[in-house]
């Protein structure tokens, strides 16, 4: 009697290695190495640090009210693999031209198609892929897709900072830029499909019993429906403050850290620890998220998050800088990768492109007025010590905004459905 055959791997977990990739390169190495390139534009391009940080902001004030909606019909519409694959040519191509600037003008231009690209390629597109093809693992399963947008993250200051060191920060945009479209369009053209249904499966790899993968629980809800509930505006606001938290620490880590006597060198390798923490944060989060109340999870580590904040004022101490880098980054593990989980619970599938559209860019929008921000307060009082007041602040009130969030009946319900995997 021969042995059965193995069971195939359900092609569920290539869309997460597809998004893993999507998010290591279109957001991790674009958005965490950005920032090692702050000191070049300043110094080269003599570029304010208001201005250098502003570009990204700019660019995404621009984009939010002009085209998130667009984007997220786009994905609903057409699927998230058209928008990923036109995402990462913005992207690409944006970076590789960064690599060819002279002027202020010519920075902020390149920065909103860049900020275009992101929206396209990045979290909302990916966090559309996973909810699609997961449902009973989907926290596992965006965990795992998030380890991407981590790694991209640990390895982009140590990468960049050797590109700048050996090639100049021109040709290390350049580098950067076409390392994106060589990896990203083919996995975007063979490998990513933009729901189970496009080969003939079902979520989860589960069987043709529709029992077996219905959603249970949360009715899908329109974005008019969404927007009329407290749930939509608490997860916005909440999720805003915190990645605005986010984003003004990774921008200015780096230029803090330097201004308080540390090398470049061991100022990248801070950053990458801080990032790499943040791997171990994914994979956590994302097992936790599909055991325990997905809004509450996501509250404690957002807390958490802003903390270890005051840790920053005793700068003097490499001991407290290491140790606020592991503790942030542990808990920056949750940053967007719960979003998409809490969307899902409140408000269901059929529009989730659209309601993530304007929630991420929402977030979005906080990432890069958090680094404006306190680019101006250093540009005046030469120091981060309100700037670092003001975050710790803000992220403990966007901590409370999601803890207040209603608690879905789906999520815990979702838990009992049984299927293979």
């Known amino acids: 009697m021969t042995d059965p055959l193995p069971p195939r791997v359900f092609y569920g977990w290539w869309i997460v290695l597809a998004a893993f990739l999507n998010l290591f390169f279109a957001v991790g190495i674009v958005f965490y190495g950005f920032p090692v390139f702050y000191p070049s534009l300043v110094d080269s391009l003599h570029f304010s640090r208001q201005q250098a940080t502003a570009g990204m902001f700019l660019g995404f004030a621009a984009v939010a009210p002009l085209l998130g909606l667009l984007v997220g019909a786009l994905i609903d519409r057409l699927g998230a693999r058209s928008a990923i694959l036109l995402g990462t040519g913005f992207v690409g191509a944006s970076l590789f031209l960064m690599g060819s600037i002279n002027s202020l003008r010519q920075y902020y231009l390149l920065c909103f198609t ?8 990045g979290p909302i597109p990916n966090q559309v892929l996973i909810a699609n093809w997961f449902r009973v693992m989907r926290g596992r399963a965006m965990g795992y897709a998030y380890l991407g947008l981590g790694f991209g993250g640990a390895v982009s200051p140590l990468l960049v900072h050797w590109l700048i060191e050996a090639f100049g920060w021109r040709r290390a945009f350049e580098v950067i830029g076409v390392l994106i479209v060589a990896t990203l369009i083919p996995i975007g053209i063979w490998v990513t499909r ?4 496009d080969l003939g499966l079902l979520p989860d790899g589960a069987s043709s019993d529709p029992a077996a993968t219905e959603a249970v629980g949360t009715p899908s809800r329109t974005v008019r429906e ?9 997860l916005l606001v909440g999720s805003m403050l915190v990645i605005g938290v986010i984003g003004t620490v990774i921008s200015h880590f780096i230029l803090f850290l330097k201004d308080e006597g540390y090398s470049s060198g061991w100022a990248s390798r801070a950053l990458s620890i801080l990032l790499f923490s943040s791997l171990a944060g994914r994979v956590i989060v994302g097992y936790i998220a599909d055991w325990f109340s997905r809004k509450n999870v996501m509250a404690l580590f957002y807390f958490t998050l802003a903390l270890a904040i005051p840790l920053l004022f005793l700068h003097h101490q490499t001991r407290a800088v290491i140790g606020f880098a592991i503790l942030f980054g542990f808990a920056m593990g949750a940053d967007y990768m719960l979003i998409p989980l809490v969307a899902v619970d409140c408000f269901g599938l059929s529009a989730l492109g659209k309601i993530l559209a304007l929630i991420i860019m929402a977030d979005s929008l906080g990432q890069t007025f958090g680094p404006v921000m306190a680019g101006r307060i250093f540009d005046v009082r030469h120091s981060y010590d309100l700037a670092w007041l003001i975050i710790t602040a803000a992220g403990i009130v966007g901590a409370a905004a999601v803890f207040l969030i209603s608690s879905p009946a789906s999520s815990d319900a979702e838990l009992k459905v049984t299927a293979t995997s």
Do not use: C
């Open 194 to 197: 933009s729901a189970p249904h």
């Open 226 to 234: 969404a927007i009329g509930t407290a749930n939509f505006w608490l």
């Open 114 to 121: 860049e900020v275009l690209g992101y929206v396209l390629a």
